[in-house]
């Protein structure tokens, strides 16, 4: 048996140790992923989606049957759970949603609370890759599903061909062809926002 194979087996036990080696091992790349995920993502952002994740984990763990990655597995549940808390987010701002919870209770299954073993980045590292990406991600805002969450997992989980294949349970000429309509669609969205851009920069300012 695999260690990853091992590792999930003693998760699966309830053994505490074993959760806080899989939170080290996936917690700050998934805390990574999470805030490349939006152009107006704050760390405290960042954290609290990791935190959601995580908790999902524990609930779903007996659910993962090993047909990707683990990690491959966590980012699929942190791409959703990240777009569930922009909707919430964006209720919240129009005044049709409710305030969100606090999430550092002990899951009631298996009395675990998630332990972050190391912080996210600081803003001032993502600071230079945000500007440069900016109009990126607003693109990705406007290109909707189920294009957005293959080309997060691709280009922001760094997901190979295979692990795309098998999370999203496509076959691999499936995927290769999804992908590449996908960006088609990206970059003309990509192309408006910068022709916009660069409209709004050249005209004169009164």
Not at 16 to 23: H, K, N, P, Q
Not at 94 to 104: H, N, P, W
Not at 150 to 164: A, H, K, Q, T
């Amino acid at each position: 048996m695999d260690p990853e194979a091992q590792l999930l087996q003693r998760c699966r036990r309830g053994e505490a140790a074993a959760w806080d080696e899989l939170f080290d091992a996936h917690y700050a790349a998934t805390g990574r992923f999470i805030f490349q995920l939006a152009s107006d993502f704050t760390v405290e952002d960042a954290e609290e989606i990791c935190q959601e994740t995580f908790l999902a984990v524990i609930k779903s763990l007996d659910s993962f049957q090993g047909e990707s990655q683990l990690q491959t597995w966590i980012f699929r549940i942190a791409s959703n759970k990240a777009r569930d808390y922009r909707e919430k987010r964006n209720a919240v701002k129009r005044g049709g949603g409710q305030a969100t919870i606090s999430l550092q209770a002990e899951n009631p299954e298996t009395g675990l609370t998630p332990d972050p073993p190391a912080e996210l980045p600081s803003p001032a590292d993502f600071l230079m890759q945000a500007e440069a990406s900016g109009l990126v991600r607003e693109a990705l805002e406007q290109l909707g599903e189920p294009c957005r969450e293959i080309v997060e997992l691709r280009y922001f989980g760094d997901l190979s061909y295979e692990e795309l294949s098998a999370a999203l349970k496509l076959n691999p000429k499936t995927v290769s062809s999804r992908l590449s309509k996908c960006l088609d669609r990206l970059e003309a969205i990509a192309r408006k926002i910068f022709m916009r851009e660069n409209s709004d920069f050249s005209r004169p300012i009164n």
